[in-house]
Antibody, heavy 128, light 107 residues
């Protein structure tokens, strides 16, 4: 049974770095085809894909956040991480991590075929 | 970026109605289209992947169709537990993008 759970600081100040952890069970990020993605949702608004990391170490970030995102993994401890630098109030949102066990490969990139399991989400507020 | 436009933004229907939600991509996404259901206070749930494949455990009253730039989620007989916001999502190219959602209510 796949489960994921996000954890984070809850509140942080503008210009600081947001560090989020996704702790998961039921799969390994060292197993072929497995991936974890980060998606966020401001309160009452839509979903924004942020980043994905695959079993082979390939990572993809949303260019709308420029170079502020870093996604990584700790395979031994079944965790994935997201760092967002220089946060401001626009980064206030619920952050989700989500699992993928299938991908679409276009010859260059690995795309998550779907997000089939999601964590419960962690609320992050950026405020001075 | 591929823009995903959902319509309507709000839909009110009666229990038992056949309901159709629309999602239009700004360019051809070759059926790389998923649908998610999000109930209030919960994480999104995968309903349909690759345009028309029903995720395990999802009731058969949900179905998807489409091609090119135009896609549809259909609920054949609306149930009270279907009250939620529905999002489409493309995975044809980076960045992955979601539609802005259709909020479905019971009349």
């Amino acid at each position: 049974q796949v489960t994921l759970k996000e954890s984070g600081p809850g509140i942080l100040q503008p210009s600081h770095t947001l560090s989020l952890t996704c702790s998961f069970s039921g799969f390994s990020l060292s197993t072929y085809g497995m991936g974890v993605s980060w998606i966020r949702q401001p309160s009452g608004k839509g979903l924004e894909w942020l980043a994905s990391i695959w079993w082979n170490g390939n990572t993809y970030n949303n260019p709308s956040l420029k170079s502020r995102l870093t996604v990584s993994k700790d395979t031994s401890n079944n965790q994935a991480f997201l760092k967002v630098t220089s946060v401001d109030t626009a980064d206030t949102a619920t952050y989700y991590c989500a699992h993928s066990d299938h991908y679409y490969y276009d010859g260059t990139y690995y795309y998550p075929y779907y997000f089939d399991y999601w964590g419960q989400g962690v609320m992050v507020t950026v405020s001075s | 970026d591929i823009q995903m436009t959902q319509s309507p933004s709000l839909l009110s229907a009666s229990v038992g109605d056949r309901v159709t939600l629309s999602c239009k991509a700004s360019q051809n996404i070759y059926k790389y289209l998923n649908w998610y259901q999000q109930k209030l206070g919960e994480a999104p749930k995968l309903l349909i992947y690759y345009t028309n494949s029903l995720q395990t455990g999802i009731p058969s009253r949900f179905s998807g169709s489409g091609s090119g730039t135009d896609y549809t989620l259909t609920i054949s007989s609306l149930q009270p537990e279907d009250v939620a916001t529905y999002f489409c999502q493309q995975y044809n190219s980076w960045p992955l993008t979601f539609g802005s959602g259709t909020k479905l209510e019971i009349k």
